[in-house]
């Protein structure tokens, strides 16, 4: 009898062992594997704010225009930004060459030398005889040249602001949690009842 006790409890000892040690093995095999994608997780979102760097963005359009569209893989503005700059370019060089050209003209007119007058082209060569408006000419154009390379310097300028800004969107997580809410609400201040509307978004930050 006192064997038979004796047996009985030395498998229920080896029992209970084999069944605390499962479940200490269970444990170490699934906290890994836990701790792993929480550590996953966060990476990607590290490495998603890192490729949208805003600086980088920044720093990309202003070396090249449309570097930074290409970083924020907004393709799609890219005819915009080379569509603007380069009707900018080619204003400016038409406008350079339309100046070079009234320059000469006026001073082949002023000259008082008629050997001269041959040289001007047209529609210059018709006003020869009126030299003051080939100079008013000569100065609008000049003024247009001023008008294009600042206007190639603003888009220039609005491409690196826009590639600036869409980095720091792709920052802010547009989901389920961007709403807009309309709530009845109370001012304290004026002590009267209204209407709200709530604006709830969320900032991806890495912790």
Not at 82 to 96: D, E, S
Request: charged residues 20%; hydrophobic residues 40%.
């Amino acid at each position: 009898m006192h064997k038979c006790l004796l047996i009985y409890f030395i498998l229920c000892t080896l029992f209970w062992q084999n069944k605390v040690r499962a479940q200490n093995d269970s444990n170490a095999v699934n906290l890994p594997a836990n701790i792993d994608t929480i550590a996953f997780s966060t990476a990607k979102k590290t490495t998603q704010q890192q490729k949208y760097d805003p600086r980088i963005a920044t720093r990309r359009s202003a070396i090249l225009p449309g570097w930074g569209q290409i970083t924020n893989k907004k393709y799609w503005k890219l005819p915009i930004v080379y569509g603007a700059l380069g009707t900018t370019a080619v204003i400016f060089f038409r406008n350079v060459t339309q100046f070079k050209e009234a320059r000469d003209a006026y001073i082949n007119a002023t000259d008082n030398n008629e050997q001269n007058d041959n040289l001007i082209p047209e529609p210059y060569f018709t006003v020869r005889f009126q030299p003051e408006r080939i100079r008013t000419f000569r100065n609008q154009v000049r003024q247009n040249v001023d008008y294009s390379v600042l206007f190639f310097i603003l888009f220039w300028g609005l491409n690196v602001v826009d590639a600036a800004v869409d980095a720091h969107l792709k920052t802010f997580d547009v989901n389920d949690d961007l709403s807009l809410q309309i709530k009845p609400g109370r001012s304290t201040l004026a002590n009267t009842n209204g209407i709200s509307l709530v604006l709830n978004f969320k900032h991806n930050r890495s912790k």
